[in-house]
């Protein structure tokens, strides 16, 4: 059984038997170093995402209009998770809401990793994809009238 994680099972430090998997896209998210040693005990291997599997998720995203909601690691970690469930039983370890919803999608199973006893909260804010600004919410830019997409903006203790 291969287990692809995000973010979330290390911030939660949640312990999973069998082989885990993630991309470096979420090792980059956990700055803090409690994440980063439980990510070394845990044994998690580090693979990038293949560009060709990415874009199956891109599209299917698009379909779903769930590609608002997901940030480019968020990509990054369905397209390894797509990638495995072709060829072993893979199991994708999320408690991200449009991740899950896409990983349906793409008929690639889900599991929560904590579910509601989470230690630390996500916190997403809007960047603007024009003039790059950030603010808390909306969908339009209220300085140049671009498409605002939603980005992870970090991590808080509950
Ligand atoms: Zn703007």
Redesign the pocket.
């Known amino acids: 059984m291969i287990h692809i994680a995000d973010a979330s099972l290390f911030i939660i430090r949640k312990r999973i038997e069998g082989n885990i998997i993630t991309v470096p896209s979420v090792l980059e998210e956990l700055r803090d170093e409690n994440s980063r040693t439980i990510l070394e005990l845990m044994n998690v291997r580090i693979e990038p995402p293949l560009q060709s599997f990415k874009k199956k998720v891109k599209t299917k995203a698009g379909i779903t209009r769930d590609s608002e909601e997901l940030s480019e690691t968020d990509i990054d970690i369905l397209a390894k998770a797509l990638e495995y469930s072709q060829r072993e039983e893979t199991v994708l370890v999320t408690d991200d809401f449009a991740i899950q919803n896409t990983a349906i999608q793409l008929g690639i199973k889900v599991m929560p990793a904590g579910q509601r006893k989470i230690k630390d909260v996500l916190i997403w804010e809007k960047q ?6 950030r603010f808390p919410q909306g969908d339009e ?6 498409q ?1 997409k939603k980005r992870r903006k970090g991590t808080v203790k509950n």
């Open positions: 603007c994809i024009g003039c790059k600004r830019c209220p300085v140049c009238g671009s605002m």
